[in-house]
């Protein structure tokens, strides 16, 4: 069984959390998420709705065990997860949202189509002026998600992104990998989605956040809902500074941080965006054993 399913078995509030998933958006999204077929998980309609209902739960099962968090941030579509937890959206609203955001996103890719890759052993500045001079070339290509000092994604047309790969290994970094993706999510080929997206949010209620939620797009802190309404708008098209947002979560005194939902990829970046910060990677019931008081 796949995403969720042993958390459910365990945690009441994580299979009411499912269950209510269903109700929302009128299919069997828990089944999908439990037992594929994984082709059409992965597709990002299904992946974006199936990882944020994750997320909630992990969060939900958290609080009742440790108690409510100080702030929180989502690299990506996990910045929709930080505001469900921290009040600033609904459930069932957020959860509709990034429905249609996946088919928005999916929608531009298949308008504009492009590509992804990770850049390792540059940093930020070397990717960006690299990006730079490929842009001077009449290619797009920008920085994507700065995740860690050395390690950037890059993202764009799949010319751009290739000519910044070549670019990039003459410079001397480590490793430019292309990523398996439907688009460039996060650069400018992604702008037939935002109205789509600025439609949607529109239509929801924003409260101001119980806490603080470092913003993808500024890595500042968000108090205000209206403010978390144009960020989620402007990160579509803007790069996530992953990097600089944990930085910024140590420095407002965070002690311990928690990845909610499948894998450790958070926890991976954090050995090196906050060195000596506990980071716990939750996502099934064995996890939380860990965890103590």
């Given at each position: 069984?796949?995403?969720?399913?042993?958390?459910?078995?365990?945690?009441?509030?994580?299979?009411?959390?499912?269950?209510?998933?269903?109700?929302?958006?009128?299919?069997?999204?828990?089944?999908?998420?439990?037992?594929?077929?994984?082709?059409?998980?992965?597709?990002?309609?299904?992946?974006?709705?199936?990882?944020?209902v994750h997320?909630?739960?992990?969060?939900?099962?958290?609080?009742?065990?440790?108690?409510?968090?100080?702030?929180?941030?989502?690299?990506?579509?996990?910045?929709?997860?930080?505001?469900v937890a921290?009040?600033?959206?609904?459930?069932?609203?957020?959860?509709?949202?990034?429905?249609?955001?996946?088919?928005?996103?999916?929608?531009?890719?298949?308008?504009?189509?492009?590509?992804?890759?990770?850049?390792?052993?540059?940093?930020?500045?070397?990717?960006?002026?690299?990006?730079?001079?490929?842009?001077?070339?009449?290619?797009?290509?920008?920085?994507?998600?700065?995740?860690?000092?050395?390690?950037?994604?890059?993202?764009?047309?799949?010319?751009?992104?290739?000519?910044?790969?070549?670019?990039?290994?003459?410079?001397?970094?480590?490793?430019?990998?292309?990523?398996?993706?439907s688009g460039?999510?996060?650069?400018?080929?992604?702008?037939?989605?935002?109205?789509?997206?600025?439609?949607?949010?529109?239509?929801?209620?924003?409260?101001?956040?119980?806490?603080?939620?470092?913003?993808?797009?500024?890595?500042?802190?968000?108090?205000?809902?209206?403010?978390?309404?144009?960020?989620?708008?402007?990160?579509?098209?803007?790069?996530?500074?992953?990097?600089?947002?944990?930085?910024?979560?140590?420095?407002?005194?965070?002690?311990?941080?928690?990845?909610?939902?499948?894998?450790?990829?958070?926890?991976?970046?954090?050995?090196?965006?906050?060195?000596?910060?506990?980071?716990?990677?939750?996502?099934?019931?064995?996890?939380?054993?860990?965890?103590?008081?």
């Open positions: 069984m796949g995403m969720g399913w042993e958390l459910s078995l365990a945690f009441s509030q994580a299979r009411e959390l499912f269950e209510e998933a269903d109700e929302v958006l009128g299919s069997h999204l828990s089944r999908l998420a439990w037992q594929g077929p994984e082709h059409e998980l992965t597709l990002t309609k299904n992946a974006q709705p199936a990882l944020l997320s909630i739960a992990v969060h939900r099962v958290l609080c009742e065990e440790l108690g409510p968090v100080s702030m929180a941030a989502g690299h990506s579509l996990g910045e929709f997860s930080a505001h921290a009040g600033t959206l609904s459930f069932p609203e957020a959860l509709k949202t990034v429905r249609v955001r996946g088919e928005l996103m999916f929608a531009s890719g298949v308008e504009r189509p492009g590509t992804m890759a990770a850049v390792l052993g540059l940093d930020e500045e070397g990717v960006e002026e690299i990006c730079r001079a490929v842009q001077e070339e009449g290619k797009i290509c920008v920085p994507a998600n700065f995740n860690t000092q050395s390690q950037v994604v890059i993202s764009g047309e799949v010319e751009g992104v290739e000519r910044a790969m070549t670019l990039a290994r003459e410079a001397g970094a480590k490793k430019a990998v292309p990523l398996t993706v460039a999510f996060h650069s400018p080929l992604m702008e037939p989605a935002r109205e789509g997206l600025r439609d949607e949010l529109e239509k929801i209620k924003f409260s101001d956040p119980d806490y603080p939620v470092v913003s993808n797009v500024t890595s500042e802190p968000v108090s205000k809902g209206s403010q978390a309404r144009e960020l989620l708008v402007d990160q579509l098209t803007s790069p996530v500074r992953w990097r600089a947002s944990v930085e910024q979560m140590v420095e407002m005194g965070a002690q311990r941080f928690f990845e909610l939902g499948p894998g450790s990829v958070l926890c991976g970046l954090n050995k090196r965006n906050a060195r000596g910060v506990p980071c716990v990677s939750l996502g099934t019931p064995s996890d939380f054993d860990v965890l103590g008081g």
